[in-house]
């Protein structure tokens, strides 16, 4: 090398790292204005480069108020001119806010939310939307949406900044309007605007993106619709990417570095299970199987994701890995996030594997000591458990694989101390929950994924109904029926304890009522209070069907499985998500009878309707999940901060699939090309993708 392009490295990169200035080095950010940015998150000028707007206002979709018509829908724009605040006959407040454009006078309205005025003040440029309404010779909007524009002081001169077509308005807080924010990033760009850029040119060229730069002064400061869209695509692009490459990186390190156990194929002892089953393997199932044996043979340790609806049958699919292990010679363990469902693993897979030579044990919280003894001594082939489990005394003599069931409900922390057990295991992560399609490339971008997405034959499916208190009757009525029939029936109740008396029916004050409801039958009270054995005891006399009607709260979430079982009802159903109340509906429906679920539900918000609609209309749980998105919006489903990923800020998880998806082949391309990013190339994108990170990659720059 001749030292030519290294030395371009090293001026670019000095250039990104200038980005890491505290915002105090731009000029006329003092330190009381560097403590308002704080709670944005703003430390440093490149956070400030990256603080974007919330949206855009379009001057030229800005009705002026001369021209607003009663009954319209409008935005207008203007300055605040006076405030007033009364109290109504009715002792109400009444806050009128009074806004004038050069055209005319609106005035905003608000009943007790005298609060507004504090940041309306007089002088202020503020944007109003609403529905106009003419009263007392006055236009005005009844609780307007409304924007703050510009600070105070009525001159436009320190407005300049913003007198573009297109308005950008920032998230802000108080203390902070965005025309502060505007006069910020303005000065920032001046200093530090001409920054490098993290993306190797070859990416940048392939997909057309615009630079860096030119992205980040255009999305403040747009200068039309067209260019602001390359930009916002070009910043939403970096995102989404570096956190693929990183993920990528990630999984790269420990390909590279674990020590894996490459275990024979498949012999004797798994066909002999395989023909043991009373049913046919789900062309799913044999695809997820091979995939799953293939992993299991090479000695890089697996760390695959198992995808499957309720029902779908990966349990049988676990069990096969358990037995590869065991005939290799290797333990094998699954852990269950409940005792319910150690439990029920427990019992099933004894049942499965009688006649097999295998030796299994329990191993919970409960458990005593011998169990640890044997399962580290190796005279334990499978252990199946609970989170005691990832206990620090519990050792392996030689875990070849271990299972986590839905691996959802496990912390991240408890994930990693698992693995950790033994000589890099291979892993197999289940869950039922579906998971986005889009959430499943980040939040578990590095692990590989497969999915079983058919059901055995024969299911009849659960018809849901949403009902209120009026149809109880009637869902009784039906429960009669059902047990009559021989048919099992869960009741779920959300709460053990009557502490909320008034909005949620406890389990135990059900079980006594509904006891006398159906006297002749045998009703039985499962939950989390319970001590282990008697959970225990239910739940095998439910499975055995000596219980009709199974009152309980959540513990039988996930997992549970008694095809017998063909009603469940679900009181107070407006308190569950979306993705509890498809995990509940899907412990019924198993067999091959029709299964009803009644969602009793009386929901008080407009969220808690949707999610009534939702649970309603559809049965397939990826639909619903990314309808779950929908409603509640990414933000609140997640835990991307806890997973130690860096946070998506522009993605709209939900609605950029394609591109996540594409950046993700990108993304992994290149890593797969230039594992540690050597490159000179891509210099500046490993830098990019450590400070992301939050220095959790730092690793990528030793060795
Ligand atoms: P989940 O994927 O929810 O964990 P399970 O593994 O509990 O599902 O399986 C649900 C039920 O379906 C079980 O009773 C299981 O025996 C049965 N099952 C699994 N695979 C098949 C299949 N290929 N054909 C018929 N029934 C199956
Ligand atoms: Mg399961």
Not at 362 to 373: A, F, I, K, P
Not at 493 to 500: F, K, M, T
Not at 534 to 544: I, S, T
Request: hydrophobic share 40%; net charge neutral; aromatic share 6%.
């Amino acid at each position: 090398m001749n030292g030519g392009p290294g030395k371009d490295i090293e001026a670019s990169k000095a250039n990104l790292t200038r980005l890491a200035a505290p915002v105090t080095s731009i000029s006329g950010i003092g330190s009381a204005n560097a403590q308002r940015l704080s709670p944005l998150g703003i430390q440093t000028v490149g956070d400030l480069l990256h603080h974007f707007p919330r949206k855009y206002l379009d001057r030229s979709t800005v009705t002026p108020i001369g021209q607003a018509k009663t009954g319209q829908e409008v935005t207008v724009v203007g300055r605040v001119r006076d405030v007033e605040s009364r109290t109504t006959r009715k002792r109400k407040n009444m806050l009128v806010i009074t806004i004038f454009d050069g055209t005319g006078y609106l005035s905003g309205v608000w009943f007790n939310q005298e609060y507004h005025k504090d940041r309306l003040k007089e002088g202020v440029e503020v944007a109003f939307s609403g529905r106009v309404r003419y009263e007392y010779s006055r236009l005005q909007i009844v609780n307007p949406a409304y924007d703050i524009l510009g600070g105070e002081g009525s001159g436009s001169a320190p407005e300049a900044i913003h007198t573009g077509r297109i308005i950008p308005v920032y998230p802000g807080t108080s203390g902070v309007t965005s025309a502060m924010l505007r006069r910020f990033v303005s000065r920032a760009l001046e200093a530090y605007g001409d920054m490098a850029d993290p993306l190797p040119e070859s990416v940048r060229s392939r997909f057309g993106l615009m630079g860096i730069a030119e992205a980040v002064r255009e999305i403040h400061f747009p200068e039309g619709s067209e260019s602001l869209k390359k930009a916002r695509y070009r910043a939403l692009f970096d995102e989404v990417f570096i956190m693929q490459v990183g993920l990528a990186l990630k999984k790269k390190k420990r390909e590279r570095e674990s020590k894996g156990i490459a275990l024979a194929p498949p012999g004797e002892m798994v066909s002999r299970f395989r023909r043991s089953l009373p049913f046919e393997l789900t062309a799913a199932q044999e695809k997820a199987w091979r995939e799953i044996s293939g992993d299991m043979g090479r000695s890089v340790p697996m760390n695959r994701l198992l995808q499957g609806e309720v029902g779908s049958g990966k349990t049988v699919v676990a069990v096969l890995a358990l037995l590869l292990s065991v005939e290799n010679g290797y333990q094998g363990a699954i852990m269950a996030p409940t005792e319910v469902l150690a439990y029920q693993h427990d019992n099933r897979i004894r049942k499965m594997l009688e006649g097999f030579s295998v030796r299994v044990a329990l191993l919970t919280g409960g458990s005593e000591r011998d169990v640890q003894r044997a399962v580290a001594a190796g005279e334990v082939d499978i252990v199946i458990g609970t989170h005691a489990l990832i206990q620090k005394e519990v050792s392996f003599e030689r875990l070849g694989i271990v299972v986590i069931d839905e691996q959802h409900r496990f912390g991240v922390g408890q994930r990693v101390s698992l693995e950790r057990k033994g000589t890099s295991p291979h892993v197999l992560h289940m869950s039922a929950t579906p998971i986005p399609r889009t959430l499943s490339l980040t939040l578990y971008g590095d692990l590989d994924v497969s999915v079983i997405d058919e059901l055995p034959a024969g299911r009849k499916g659960v018809v849901t109904v949403v009902a209120d208190k009026s149809q109880r009757r009637g869902a009784f009525a039906m429960v009669e029926k059902e047990v009559a029939l021989g048919r099992q029936v869960y009741v779920i109740c959300p709460l053990v304890e009557e502490s909320d008396k008034l909005e949620a029916r406890a389990a135990q004050e059900e079980a006594k009522r509904l006891a006398g409801v159906f006297p002749g039958y045998r009703t039985e009270l499962l939950h989390g209070q319970m001590k282990s054995d008697e959970k225990r005891d239910v739940m095998e006399r439910f499975q055995a069907g000596d219980i009709d009607i199974l009152i309980s709260t959540l513990v039988v979430e996930v997992g549970v499985d008694v095809p017998n079982a063909t009603v469940m009802i679900i009181e107070n159903a407006d308190r569950f998500g979306l993705a509890q109340l498809h995990q509940l509906r899907g412990r019924i429906g198993r067999g091959s009878e029709r299964a009803v679920c009644v969602l009793f539900a009386d929901p008080a918000t407009e969220e808690a309707k949707a999610r009534m609609k939702a649970i309603q209309e559809y049965d397939d749980g990826f639909a619903l999940a990314e309808e779950d998105l929908r409603i509640r919006g990414e933000g609140t489903l997640f835990g991307t901060r806890q997973s130690g990923l860096p946070d998506l800020k522009l993605a709209r998880l939900s609605r950029n699939f394609d591109l996540i998806r594409t950046a993700r082949g990108e993304a992994f391309k290149l890593v797969e090309a230039d594992p540690t990013l050597r490159d000179p190339e891509n210099a500046l994108l490993r830098w990019e993708v450590n400070r992301r990170f939050g220095g959790a990659l730092e690793w990528l720059f030793h060795g």
